[in-house]
Nanobody, 118 residues
Framework: QVQLVESGGGLVQAGGSLRLSCSAS????????MAWYRQAPGKQRESVAV???????NYAGSVKGRFTISRDNAKNTLYLQMNSLKPEDTAVYYC????????????WGQGTQVTVSS
């Protein structure tokens, strides 16, 4: 079992910044890709940013240039620095990871709310 716990969400005004963190724990041998997803009310969950074990990144067009994904492999921790936030960024943000522990795992965090006021 691998658990992911997000933190860092909250309420911020448009133009502000937040930094999300996601800590992985449990039976972990290696983590391949890690990612942030988000789900706004009434909408489907969408990918925000992905980072591989080697550090390659990919972003949704709506956040490119404003958000930065990073990871600390030694700490099994994922980050999302969010700048120039917009009201349309309001959503529950979820952490996702896939890798190897006692077996192959694919885990989701419980989500953290990000609310951007106009």
């Amino acid at each position: 079992q691998v658990q992911l716990v997000e933190s860092g969400g909250g309420l911020v005004q448009a133009g502000g910044s937040l930094r999300l963190s996601c800590s992985a724990s449990g039976s972990i041998f290696s983590i391949n890709s890690m990612a942030w997803y988000r789900q706004a009310p009434g909408k489907q969950r969408e990918s925000v940013a992905v980072i591989t074990s080697g550090g390659s990144t990919n972003y949704a067009g709506s956040v490119k240039g404003r958000f930065t994904i990073s990871r600390d492999n030694a700490k099994n921790t994922l980050y999302l620095q969010m700048n120039s936030l917009k009201p349309e960024d309001t959503a529950v943000y979820y952490c996702y990871a896939v890798g190897r522990g006692s077996g192959w795992f694919e885990s989701w965090g419980q989500g953290t709310q990000v609310t951007v006021s106009s």
